[in-house]
């Protein structure tokens, strides 16, 4: 009966009668115990003669051997893969068959491996009981914490053996060398598409089943992997562990960190097979492409306008709406889109950090002083196809093509009055609130509009004097 229990557990879940004082884990076999127990003792008697590492079982050190002597006795004779532990080699064969024997007594959730059910319990428990003793990060699996301590140590003791890049995990080393043969051996059975690793499949799958198993205790937000969550979370505690060593700025993600690196290095790995431009971000190359291929993919369900982009897409519904959610905190100004506030900002710091190297002229914006240096040294690109009318900026050959379509997109919620562009209806509103944000520094007068003080400037040329300072 005991040798049926144990290979089957969860046909008795509760008949486990040796349980470890230590971290409570339980057992149905007394030797399963004993050897659990040695995993906790100091004593590991059993040592490795090339590296040192000490085992507390002889099992234990002779699957260690085989990472120096590089045996995989055991072989999957569908796929060719080869093992050096049979416990790997048995949880292996279950992608093949599909078999998931360990179940989940709270949701009912399967899985292939022991060890990724007590994980999942965690989600459940909210216990993490192996904690990092450099940063107290909590961990469920103590296989989670040793590979954490490796940010802490920088080990890498993975290599591939096609380049010599490292890894601090095994599965990323594994599905790294598919980068050199293009296998991908796991393969969406929906939609065909191939992974290299099975985890990327198992969230892969749930594109196609819409489940979101990863529960945010806060908002109530449901994600489809585990890491979207963590990552979410920082949202709510404003964690953001990944700081750059050379200005010290932190980010939320890591991969918000490597892109951010790129502005120090000046590397763009991603380069434009048509023009050999290169960018820093995958996303921009995507943008960019598109500049060649003319797809605009997103469109305005109100007056069908296309955008190459979703933020453009999301920043122009904002002119139906009237929505301008980005607020300057020193004026109250407020702004539909978030880099435009950024623009703003710069007006009330009176930063120009961007120079022209001809005659010194400074500007806010790097696209300002690119249009600048198009006076010094190009032609005006943009060509009305009309009437041939040239311009330094592609923004003010949209703004003149409207002359001629007659088009006037910008409507007045108060009047109903309709503007060629966004900056005519902003001067057309402040004839309803009476604002005059132009104002003279001689006699503090104040204008609507900067042309009208441009002209009132005049009538007091040759006075600079009267000049009044600001307080």
Do not use: W
């Not at 296989?143 to 995990?169: E, I, N, V, W």
């Not at 009309?386 to 002359?403: A, E, Y």
């Not at 379509?405 to 209806?425: D, I, Q, Y």
């Not at 604002?435 to 009538?459: D, I, N, W």
């Amino acid at each position: 009966m005991k040798v049926h229990m144990h290979a089957f557990p969860e046909t008795f879940p509760e008949q486990k009668p040796f349980c470890c004082n230590v971290c409570e884990k339980v057992f149905v076999l007394f030797s399963d115990y004993a050897r659990h127990i040695r995993t906790h003792a100091e004593n590991k008697p059993h040592v490795c003669d090339k590296c040192g590492r000490r085992f507390a079982h002889p099992y234990h050190l002779m699957a260690h051997t085989r990472i120096h002597s590089g045996r995989k006795p055991y072989f999957c004779k569908i796929c060719g893969k080869a093992f050096a532990i049979s416990d790997m080699f048995t949880t292996h064969m279950r992608t093949h068959s599909g078999d998931e024997p360990y179940v989940c007594q709270v949701c009912g959730k399967r899985f292939a491996q022991r060890s990724n059910m007590t994980a999942h319990m965690f989600i459940h428990t909210g216990v993490k009981t192996h904690c990092c003793k450099i940063c107290e990060k909590a961990f469920a699996k103590p296989s989670h914490l040793t590979r954490h301590m490796r940010t802490h140590s920088g080990d890498k003791p993975y290599a591939c053996q096609h380049c010599g890049k490292r890894f601090t995990q095994r599965s990323n080393m594994t599905a790294h060398a598919f980068t050199h043969t293009g296998v991908k051996p796991y393969c969406c059975e929906i939609c065909e598409k191939a992974f290299a690793k099975s985890g990327q499949l198992t969230a892969h799958m749930r594109v196609h089943t819409g489940e979101k198993p990863y529960f945010c205790g806060v908002c109530e937000k449901t994600f489809a992997k585990s890491s979207q969550l963590i990552t979410h979370m920082r949202t709510h505690t404003g964690e953001k562990p990944h700081c750059c060593k050379v200005c010290e700025k932190a980010f939320a993600q890591s991969s918000h960190l490597t892109t951010h690196m790129r502005t120090h290095s000046g590397d763009k790995p991603y380069i434009c097979q048509r023009c050999d431009k290169g960018f820093s971000r995958r996303t921009s190359l995507n943008i960019h492409i598109r500049s060649h291929t003319g797809e605009k993919a997103y469109s305005c369900n109100v007056c069908e306008k296309a955008f190459v982009t979703l933020g453009q897409l999301t920043s122009h519904m904002c002119t139906h709406s009237g929505d301008k959610p980005y607020i300057c905190q020193r004026c109250e100004k407020g702004f539909s889109r978030k880099t435009s506030l950024k623009t703003h900002m710069r007006t009330h710091s009176d930063k120009k950090r961007y120079r022209c190297k001809f005659c010194r002229a400074t500007f806010t914006q790097p696209c300002h002083l690119t249009a600048h240096m198009r006076i010094h040294c190009e032609p005006k690109p943009y060509v009305c196809q009309r009437c041939g009318k040239r311009f330094t900026q592609r923004s003010n050959l949209t703004v003149h093509t409207r002359i001629h379509t007659g088009e006037k997109t910008h409507c007045c919620k108060v009047c109903k009055k309709v503007c060629a562009t966004s900056g005519n209806l902003n001067t057309h509103m402040r004839t309803h609130t009476g604002e005059k944000p132009y104002c003279c520094k001689v006699c503090r007068r104040a204008f609507g509009q900067s042309c009208h003080l441009t002209r009132h400037m005049r009538t007091h040329s040759g006075d600079e004097s009267r000049v009044v300072q600001q307080s």
